[in-house]
């Protein structure tokens, strides 16, 4: 068994702390899977931007999931315990989420590419059946690197202290538990996960070099602000992701002075992307008032024919 500190520290505060994360959660869970769930029913947006959208928001859920609810029981905990087999559970659903959000971001920043860049060619370069493949080898590409590290973590031997200093059960605050030399671990972190985050980062950096070049090419003002408007959801998305990620994966140190990081990374980020998407998306907030429409309509229907 293992103890997650977490915010033990602060003990007068953890019935505010538990009020506040379970809005948070509530809000996370209601936004995601409510824009999985009208994605899913308005075919007006099942075009790639949306499914790759689709995807982040279950991938935000997910993410959610492994962490939030242990931490919320935590706070009112009193040994705080969590099996080695639940840890590596949590550890797996958080590596997964944040492996697929990193192929899905910059997998929406080549399509915001194809889309400004190529918009001739975008339907025949971005077609459907080529997103959902896109998303097929995602989710198994984000599985396969998944199990190789929860892998890795179970060839550890824990015997010294059983205190996780974090709200989560993390990589590098179990490797400080371990009496096995974690170096095939922290090998196989830079054999798989280093060339992802370099491939994804690249692609988005990259697609977001032709996007600005293609719009400040552009002479109509009002075909410029269109241009922008496009990408620049996605565009603050992926700025806010990476640069938690960028402060997140640099050497911990002792205690839990990360806990701050890691609360926006893995908590905040999943509750802000369905807003970020949907409040300045017409086309989100048209099939919304659609879905809204259609239900009001079928309850009133529903309503006459019983009466």
Not at 119 to 130: A, D, E, I
Not at 147 to 167: A, E, W
Not at 267 to 287: G, Q
Request: glycine share 2%.
């Amino acid at each position: 068994m293992f103890i997650l500190v977490g915010f033990s520290d602060h003990p007068d505060l953890k019935t505010l702390l538990f009020l506040v994360f379970s809005a948070i959660y509530l809000m996370t869970m209601l936004g995601n899977l409510g824009l999985v769930v009208l994605i899913y029913l308005e075919r007006r947006l099942h075009t790639p931007m949306y499914i790759f959208l689709g995807n982040l928001a279950l991938m935000d859920s997910c993410c959610s999931c492994a962490i939030t609810p242990k931490m919320l029981e935590n706070f009112f905990s009193v040994d705080r315990r969590i099996s080695l087999y639940e840890c590596m559970a949590q550890f797996y659903f958080l590596c997964l989420a944040e492996t697929a959000d990193c192929f899905l971001l910059a997998a929406m920043a080549y399509d915001r590419y194809m889309a400004i860049c190529n918009p001739l060619q975008y339907h025949t370069m971005m077609s459907k059946k080529l997103s959902i493949q896109m998303s097929i080898a995602t989710f198994i590409a984000s599985n396969v690197h998944s199990m190789i590290h929860v892998g890795c973590l179970l060839r550890l031997t824990f015997c010294k202290s059983n205190h996780i200093d974090h709200f989560f059960c993390d990589i590098l605050p179990l490797y400080r538990l371990s009496c096995t030399d974690p170096f095939i671990n922290e090998l196989m972190i830079y054999i798989f996960s280093m060339p992802i985050q370099v491939f994804t980062i690249a692609t988005v950096l990259v697609s977001y070099f032709y996007i600005l070049f293609t719009i400040f090419k552009i002479k109509s003002k009002d075909g410029r602000g269109k241009a922008f408007s496009t990408c620049a959801s996605h565009f603050l998305s992926v700025s806010i992701f990476y640069i938690c990620l960028l402060m997140y994966i640099r050497p911990f140190e002792e205690g839990n002075k990360d806990i701050p990081v890691a609360v926006f990374y893995t908590i905040i980020i999943p509750l802000l992307n369905p807003f970020i998407y949907s409040l300045r998306n017409k086309e989100v907030i048209n099939a919304v008032k659609k879905v809204i429409s259609t239900y009001s309509t079928f309850k009133k229907s529903s309503t006459f024919t019983t009466h």
